[in-house]
């Protein structure tokens, strides 16, 4: 029930945020701009694939960011104590924020890709088969490392002291640990949108693990 | 919880909190029961906060037991959580909240149901006074009022344990007013209120126990009468005389009165000696005043306050 109460609760304040905004419609409009752009320079970079990559780059790094800022602020504030003097498990407060974010840059993604795929199509006609499978990896790539960042952002948030060792951690570290996903593309793999999400899964439940173990430990 | 419906009582054997080798609270012991105002006093870093957090559950290393209602710290916090109503010091919300959804959630978290949430928010809101801004956000708020909503969700599901750390700091003298009011009727349900204050004077209203740490000790817990009896401080009466015959310096002699002042012409202040009956000490004064040609205007008891037990307390410990 709490936890419920608690994902619905941070989904409402995270959908509004200026952030989240960004991602909603900054990240199409970043992807139209780079695809222009692109087009005037010769390239011929199809916006599905560049709608994948930018919202994976931008919008892992931005969730992580918002992950750890939004934690550190409202530890440092005793947001929590209120929560934490009511019959409401620790991991739900950790959980419940990571899910709401994720689920917020998840569908961002999405909407990025979609928006993508329609562009595409009017330009193109018909998409190929090739096409559409290489956005399918970029899209299980970007989700997977998307989930690496904002479970990164989550941990970072719980063992930092300050906003601003916090957000140094999870540019110059979470980011490299994010880019873990990508390595199956890399190595031309088969199966390597499977591997990816794997690694995904892996590396985000460690750090929330971590993340909840720490937690559940601090002494407010 | 063991102890019925209505009683709960808050019981510390020998709490003690270490930081490294500095000891934030040293063997605290003190019990609390049902329909208790306790307030809680001692200067900055004297433990206050500390003991709280550890009443609430927020910090559970530490040694010695404590019981609420029957059910150990930290081993039964879900089930004390339960009755438990908290009001930290500096209280925040998430800023993106308006008060009505803040209110929501930590009602709901507390265990009430959608319909209860919605009875009880304009009643906690009509309590503290904040009923028009039910719809405004959190981060609008004047610190006074966010400390208002703080008390408000800290009596949504009301709690039978109230723990309020510094609930009058930064309030105008109306809110103060309002707060300590409160406070005072919902102690009448039979709720254990615990509560720290550096303002003496409002702890002196409202609670019905005291007790004063400095250094992580409990130095005295007692009634405010028994504080100032434990402290021999005097009562004293002033006395405003209509007609002055000048013969009051014999009064001196009286059994149970330890001396007298003249502050001003026709007003009087007599030191009563406290371990005198003081009744009987009055009767004879005003016999022998009246005896001695005076004529008595007004008589007003002075009874020392809070701060200068309080004080009293800190000079005695000075010369130790």
């Known amino acids: 029930m709490s936890f419920r109460l608690l994902v619905k609760d941070e989904l409402r304040g995270f959908y509004k945020s200026k952030v989240m905004l960004f991602l909603w419609f900054g990240l199409p409009l970043l992807a139209i701009l780079f695809h222009f752009w692109s087009s005037l320079q010769g390239g011929e970079i199809p916006l599905t694939a560049l709608s994948a990559i930018i919202t994976a780059s931008i919008g892992g790094t931005l969730a992580s960011v918002m992950l750890a800022v939004s934690i550190i602020n409202e530890k440092t504030q005793h947001v929590y104590d209120l929560f934490l003097v009511r019959p409401v498990k620790r991991w739900n407060i950790i959980l419940s924020k990571f899910l709401a974010v994720y689920a917020c840059i998840a569908v961002a993604s999405g909407l990025s890709l979609l928006l993508g795929v329609i562009i595409d199509y009017v330009n193109l006609g018909a998409l190929s088969d090739t096409l559409l499978r290489e956005t399918l990896l970029s899209l299980a790539t970007s989700l997977s490392m998307m989930a690496v960042s904002s479970s990164i952002g989550v941990l970072i948030g719980v063992v930092s002291p300050s906003v601003l060792v916090g957000v140094i951690l999870v540019i110059y570290g979470g980011n490299q640990i994010s880019a873990l996903p990508i390595i199956p593309t890399i190595l031309n793999i088969s199966n390597a949108a499977l591997f990816s999400v794997t690694l995904g899964v892996v590396i985000s439940s460690i750090m929330l693990f971590l993340a909840i173990f720490l937690f559940n430990r601090k002494q407010m | 919880m063991k102890e019925g419906d209505g009683n709960v009582s808050v019981v510390l054997e020998g709490v003690t909190k270490r930081y490294g080798n500095f000891s934030a609270l040293d063997n605290v012991?003190?019990?609390?029961?049902?329909?208790?105002?306790?307030?809680?006093?001692?200067?900055?870093?004297?433990?206050?906060?500390?003991?709280?957090?550890?009443?609430?559950?927020?910090?559970?290393?530490?040694?010695?037991?404590?019981?609420?209602?029957?059910?150990?710290?930290?081993?039964?916090?879900?089930?004390?959580?339960?009755?438990?109503?908290?009001?930290?010091?500096?209280?925040?919300?998430?800023?993106?909240?308006?008060?009505?959804?803040?209110?929501?959630?930590?009602?709901?978290?507390?265990?009430?149901?959608?319909?209860?949430?919605?009875?009880?928010?304009?009643?906690?809101?009509?309590?503290?006074?904040?009923?028009?801004?039910?719809?405004?956000?959190?981060?609008?708020?004047?610190?006074?009022?966010?400390?208002?909503?703080?008390?408000?969700?800290?009596?949504?599901?009301?709690?039978?344990?109230?723990?309020?750390?510094?609930?009058?700091?930064?309030?105008?003298?109306?809110?103060?007013?309002?707060?300590?009011?409160?406070?005072?009727?919902?102690?009448?349900?039979?709720?254990?209120?615990?509560?720290?204050?550096?303002?003496?004077?409002?702890?002196?209203?409202?609670?019905?126990?005291?007790?004063?740490?400095?250094?992580?000790?409990?130095?005295?817990?007692?009634?405010?009468?028994?504080?100032?009896?434990?402290?021999?401080?005097?009562?004293?009466?002033?006395?405003?005389?209509?007609?002055?015959?000048?013969?009051?310096?014999?009064?001196?002699?009286?059994?149970?009165?330890?001396?007298?002042?003249?502050?001003?012409?026709?007003?009087?202040?007599?030191?009563?000696?406290?371990?005198?009956?003081?009744?009987?000490?009055?009767?004879?004064?005003?016999?022998?005043?009246?005896?001695?040609?005076?004529?008595?205007?007004?008589?007003?008891?002075?009874?020392?306050?809070?701060?200068e037990v309080y004080l009293k307390y800190v000079q005695e410990r000075q010369n130790v």
């Open chain 2, 29 to 307: 012991s003190f019990t609390i029961s049902s329909g208790d105002i306790f307030g809680y006093i001692g200067p900055n870093g004297a433990g206050k906060t500390t003991t709280i957090k550890i009443i609430v559950g927020l910090l559970s290393d530490f040694q010695g037991t404590l019981t609420i209602g029957g059910r150990q710290m930290p081993e039964g916090r879900q089930d004390i959580h339960r009755i438990l109503g908290y009001l930290p010091q500096n209280v925040a919300f998430q800023e993106w909240r308006t008060i009505d959804q803040t209110l929501s959630t930590f009602g709901k978290l507390s265990g009430l149901s959608e319909s209860e949430v919605e009875k009880r928010i304009p009643e906690v809101l009509d309590m503290v006074n904040l009923s028009r801004e039910r719809h405004k956000k959190v981060s609008q708020l004047s610190g006074g009022m966010t400390q208002k909503v703080g008390l408000a969700q800290a009596l949504l599901h009301k709690p039978r344990l109230l723990v309020l750390d510094e609930p009058l700091e930064g309030l105008d003298p109306e809110s103060r007013y309002q707060v300590k009011q409160v406070i005072a009727e919902y102690s009448k349900s039979g709720a254990v209120v615990f509560f720290s204050s550096h303002i003496l004077s409002d702890v002196q209203d409202i609670a019905t126990k005291i007790g004063i740490l400095n250094k992580g000790r409990i130095m005295q817990i007692g009634g405010l009468e028994e504080l100032k009896s434990r402290f021999s401080i005097a009562n004293d009466l002033e006395i405003v005389l209509s007609h002055d015959s000048g013969l009051w310096k014999k009064l001196e002699a009286l059994k149970g009165i330890k001396g007298i002042e003249q502050p001003t012409p026709n007003k009087l202040v007599v030191h009563l000696d406290n371990k005198i009956n003081i009744d009987d000490t009055v009767q004879d004064l005003i016999k022998e005043l009246i005896a001695l040609g005076c004529r008595i205007r007004r008589l007003n008891p002075i009874s020392p306050s809070l701060d």
